[in-house]
């Protein structure tokens, strides 16, 4: 199986956007659900944004209305706007077969920051 390899971390300042992507070749979107997870200091992973079996896009909280996760034919997507310090963090892209969190593959992460 392809990896899956996360781009576009960086640092930002606080109200700035972001986009994040992953290769997703070799996990076809009617085979996948895929999404996006972080991880913060001291904090448990977490999931971010996830396109489910339906097509239907799942939100935290917390992201919910800055975030849009997509999935065109071999990247998804996290556009991250109006970034707040709390979404620092490592990203990591996922993609589960037949919408299994059983049979998730991960990507290595990549590093958010956002400063005041």
Do not use: I
Request: overall charge positive; some cysteine; aromatic content about 10%.
């Amino acid at each position: 199986q392809e990896p899956l390899v996360e781009s576009g971390g960086g640092s930002v300042q606080a109200g700035g956007p972001l986009r994040l992507s992953c290769m997703t070749s070799g996990y076809a979107s009617n085979k996948y659900c895929t999404g996006w997870f972080r991880q913060s200091p001291g904090k448990a992973r977490e999931m971010v944004a996830y396109k489910d079996s339906r097509s239907h896009r799942q939100y935290a909280d917390s992201v919910r209305g800055r975030f849009t996760v997509s999935h065109t034919k071999e990247t998804l997507t996290l556009q991250m706007n109006n970034l707040k310090p709390a979404d620092s963090g490592t990203y990591f892209c996922v993609a589960d077969e037949y919408c299994s969190d059983q049979r998730r593959s991960w990507g290595q992460g990549t590093q958010v920051t956002v400063s005041t």
